[in-house]
């Protein structure tokens, strides 16, 4: 199994990135968490999942261990495949996610485009307990706060017309770099000097 992809970004857009490594270009998807973090970076070290089906064989990518965990976790659950993964470590950050999974926040994870109740109430069955065992249950206090606020954010900034890939990209990187951010104006003004 591939582990991880070191080498030289050979060509990125917010889905997938094709690293070269030894010669060869590996096509790698990659949730828009990941992409913020490496979109600037012109050499990285990928972390990996090796997916194989009947017809295809597909690499998922990384940033981070806890992220490459949330996905191999959610792809456990029935009804769960990699993509569906990918979209759902693109609307929420790892922190989101842990505290949705933890404190059986349905409504959130049905936020997720392809997420409906049966798969939100299976995802929490699936996953609270083996959560709470890896530590998951210390990151419950900061992220339905900021979540709410990246929603607000988020609708603010799509009835302004910004395109919603680069709206979330940008609100995920300040949430990140401002964990302290105190109002949704606050996250709205940010977010548009970052897209202008």
């Known amino acids: 199994m591939i582990t991880y992809v070191k080498g030289l970004i050979a060509f990125k857009s917010p889905t997938y990135v094709v690293v070269e490594a030894g010669g060869i270009g590996y096509k790698i998807h990659v949730s828009l968490n990941t992409y ?3 979109e600037k970076l012109e050499h990285v070290k990928v972390l990996t999942y090796f997916h194989v089906k009947e017809d295809s064989q597909t690499l998922y990518g990384f940033a981070d261990e806890e992220e490459r965990n949330l996905f191999v976790h ?4 029935s009804g769960v495949g990699p993509s569906t993964a990918q979209v759902v470590l693109s609307t929420l950050m790892p922190d989101e996610l842990r505290a949705a999974i933890i404190s059986e926040n349905e409504a959130l994870l049905r936020k ?3 997420i409906g109740n049966k798969t939100a109430k299976q995802i929490i069955l699936d996953l609270k307990n083996k959560l709470i065992k ?5 990151t419950i206090p900061v992220a339905p706060a900021n979540n709410t606020m990246r929603e607000e954010a988020l609708s603010a ?3 302004l017309q910004v395109n ?4 979330q990209k940008a609100l995920n990187k300040i949430l990140q770099e401002n964990p302290t951010i105190a109002s949704v104006e606050d ?6 000097k970052q897209l202008t």
Not at 74 to 77: E, F
Not at 134 to 138: E, F, K
Not at 164 to 167: E, F, R, Y
Not at 187 to 192: G, V
């Open 164 to 167: 919603k890939i680069q709206a």
């Open 36 to 38: 913020t973090r490496i």
């Open 187 to 192: 996250l709205i003004r940010l977010a548009l």
């Open 112 to 114: 997720v485009k392809g």
């Open 134 to 138: 890896s530590g998951g249950d210390l």
């Open 74 to 77: 959610l792809i456990s659950v």
């Open 157 to 159: 900034l799509l009835s």
